[in-house]
């Protein structure tokens, strides 16, 4: 079987619709389902398992059909895209069809590709198996098993799907209790179990037999020849049956010598799966390592640039501390030169108001020298004529010869 893709909506832990495709993981042909608790990894098994049979080991033998449905939800559908090789070892593509309601009603459809390439899903024409047949859902199950899977559903759950926690603990179990664990989950300890004590018991019946009829000849030594002939002719018949059995069981003890070696051959399967699973968890540790380094390495790398970006902006921010250093000390010798500007303002304009009172103290003196000249004009318009003044001018000097003769006379 090969699982192309699966369905799967309003089953157990998944409410809504989702689709997970196989044939990208089925390249690596080992693949690993990992997720925290609760988030559906086996709910994925048990869906493929439900598709098939439409009953999971997780119920065991409890057969409510709503517990299948999410709570959420009215009714489980699951469809399980698959290929498997028929008798000509050709692929066949199959699908299933599985629906179960909350009133306990559950359909199943299987579809068959009869034209096209099993894995190209552009072409090719699909055909219904159960349309026009009218078969009960016992009977379209049995014909999916028998005709299609070809494994009833225990052995398919204990051989193809492990039951959960089992398969732990066959990891950590001790060499010797391997084999144990083995032949209960492949179910073949109660297949030998069967054998042993079905040929035990014929071989204690025809023992137990043997000696009834030994005994029965030592009671009957004295008996005629014919019926003594008889009873000879019996016990050889019961030792012929007493040696078929011991051929038989032979026979059953080389098939069980097969059986061992075949489960030696699984356990030496199972220690190779287990291994590989070691690899499997070994490689995700050092995918998670190296995803935590990577993301490390994103987040230095983002510090860097964020570091990066902050000398920058540090680098811009001290070119404008230096620009504003220097306009401040532009501003600053302005600011000097504006109070000097100021000082010297504040002084012109004390000297201009000293200048002004003198100003205003010679523009007084000014109209009172301007009133005397106008007093001195009027003085003059009121002195005499030039002639008086000729006249009085000569007699002013003869009265100084005068006075200068008089001088004379009196020395």
């Known amino acids: 079987m090969v699982p192309i893709s699966l369905k799967i909506e309003g089953f157990l832990s998944y409410r809504e619709r989702q689709e997970i495709d196989f044939r990208n993981v089925l390249k690596t042909r080992v693949f690993l389902i990992q997720g925290p608790t609760g988030a559906g990894k086996s709910s994925i098994l048990d869906a493929i398992i439900f598709a098939i049979y439409g009953k999971i080991p997780r119920f065991g033998k409890e057969d409510k059909k709503e517990l299948f449905i999410n709570q959420a939800r009215d009714r489980a559908t699951v469809e399980f895209d698959f290929k498997m090789k028929d008798n000509s070892g050709n692929y066949r593509r199959y699908k299933i069809l599985r629906t179960v309601h909350r009133n306990d009603v559950m359909n199943v459809d299987l579809k068959v590709k009869i034209r096209g390439d099993p894995d190209d899903d552009s072409e090719g024409e699909w055909k219904s198996i159960f349309i026009g047949k009218n078969l009960s859902l016992k009977d379209k199950n049995e014909k999916i098993v028998e005709d299609i899977i070809k494994l009833p559903y225990d052995i398919f759950t204990k051989t193809i799907v492990l039951p959960q926690g089992r398969f732990a603990e066959l990891l950590y179990a001790k060499p010797s209790e391997k084999s144990d664990i083995i032949l209960k989950i492949s179910g073949f300890e109660e297949?030998?179990?069967?054998?042993?004590?079905?040929?035990?018991?014929?071989?204690?019946?025809?023992?137990?037999?043997?000696?009834?009829?030994?005994?029965?000849?030592?009671?009957?030594?004295?008996?005629?020849?014919?019926?003594?002939?008889?009873?000879?002719?019996?016990?050889?018949?019961v030792e012929n049956e007493i040696r078929k059995l011991k051929t038989t069981k032979d026979?059953?003890?080389?098939?069980?010598k097969l059986l061992n070696q075949k489960i030696l051959r699984i356990l030496s399967l199972y220690e190779y799966m287990n291994e590989a699973l070691l690899k499997v968890e070994d490689l995700r540790k050092a995918q998670n390592q190296?995803?935590?380094?990577?993301?490390?390495?994103?987040?230095?790398?983002?510090?860097?640039?964020?570091?990066?970006?902050?000398?920058?902006?540090?680098?811009k921010a001290r070119y404008t501390l230096d620009k504003i250093t220097d306009d401040f000390e532009s501003f600053f010798q302005m600011l000097e030169k504006i109070f000097r500007t100021t000082l010297e303002i504040y002084d012109l304009s004390h000297q201009k108001k000293s200048k002004e009172k003198e100003l205003q103290t010679?523009?007084?003196?000014?109209?009172?020298?301007?009133?005397?000249?106008?007093?001195?004009?009027?003085?003059?318009?009121?002195?005499?004529?030039?002639?008086s003044l000729r006249f009085l001018d000569k007699f002013l000097r003869k009265l100084s010869d005068f006075q200068m003769f008089k001088r004379e006379e009196d020395i």
């Open 362 to 387: 010679l523009k007084e003196n000014i109209s009172i020298i301007h009133k005397k000249i106008q007093n001195l004009e009027q003085e003059i318009k009121n002195l005499p004529s030039m002639d």
């Open 191 to 237: 297949v030998i179990e069967s054998i042993s004590k079905r040929v035990g018991e014929e071989l204690k019946s025809k023992k137990i037999l043997l000696e009834e009829k030994k005994e029965r000849l030592k009671e009957l030594k004295n008996i005629d020849p014919s019926t003594r002939e008889k009873l000879i002719s019996d016990y050889k018949i």
């Open 251 to 256: 026979r059953k003890s080389e098939e069980l």
């Open 290 to 315: 190296i995803s935590a380094l990577q993301n490390q390495k994103e987040i230095l790398s983002k510090s860097i640039l964020i570091t990066r970006r902050r000398k920058e902006d540090i680098e």
